[in-house]
C-alpha cells in the first residue's frame, strides 16, 4: 500500500522560511518522480518543484524558482520542499505525489499522479 503523508506546514510571516517534509511508503519503483504541488485558495492545483529519484534531476516553477529547494533523503524515503522568503501569494495547501517515471517536461501535470498525501496547509501573512 502505497502512502505519503506531508508535515512542516503552518502560518509565518512573510520573508520566513518554511520546510516542508513528505514520508512515502510502499514505493517500490526504480527511477520515479517525486513533485510538490499547491492549491491557493479559489485557484487550480499548480506544479511547484519535481525530482527525479536516480537521476535528482529537478524542475520548478518560475514563480518558486530560486526561493524553494526539492530534496529527497533516500535512506529515509522523505522528500523535502525548503521555502525560503516566502510571500503571502504562497499560501496555499501543499501536496506531495508520486508518478512511476522520470521526466521532467510535465513534471507539473497533475493527471500524471498516481499518489497523493492529504496536504499541509502553509499561510503567509503580510
Known amino acids: 500500500l502505497v502512502n505519503l503523508v506531508e508535515s512542516g506546514g503552518g502560518s509565518v510571516q512573510a520573508g520566513r522560511t518554511l520546510t516542508l517534509s513528505c514520508g512515502v511508503s510502499?514505493?517500490?519503483?526504480?527511477?520515479?518522480?517525486l513533485a510538490w504541488f499547491r492549491r491557493a485558495p479559489g485557484k487550480g492545483l499548480e506544479g511547484v518543484a519535481g525530482?527525479?529519484?536516480?537521476?535528482?534531476?529537478?524542475t520548478y516553477a518560475d514563480s518558486v524558482k530560486d526561493r524553494f529547494t526539492i530534496s529527497q533523503d533516500n535512506a529515509a524515503n522523505t522528500l523535502y520542499l525548503q521555502m525560503l522568503t516566502l510571500k503571502p501569494e504562497d499560501t496555499a495547501m501543499y501536496y506531495c505525489?508520486?508518478?512511476?517515471?522520470?521526466?521532467?517536461?510535465?513534471?507539473?501535470?497533475?493527471?500524471?499522479?498516481?499518489?497523493w498525501g492529504p496536504g499541509t496547509q502553509v499561510t503567509v501573512s503580510s
Open positions: 510502499g514505493y517500490t519503483y526504480g527511477n520515479y518522480s
Open positions: 505525489a508520486v508518478r512511476p517515471y522520470c521526466r521532467s517536461s510535465d513534471y507539473a501535470s497533475p493527471a500524471s499522479y498516481k499518489y
Open positions: 525530482i527525479c529519484t536516480v537521476t535528482e534531476i529537478t
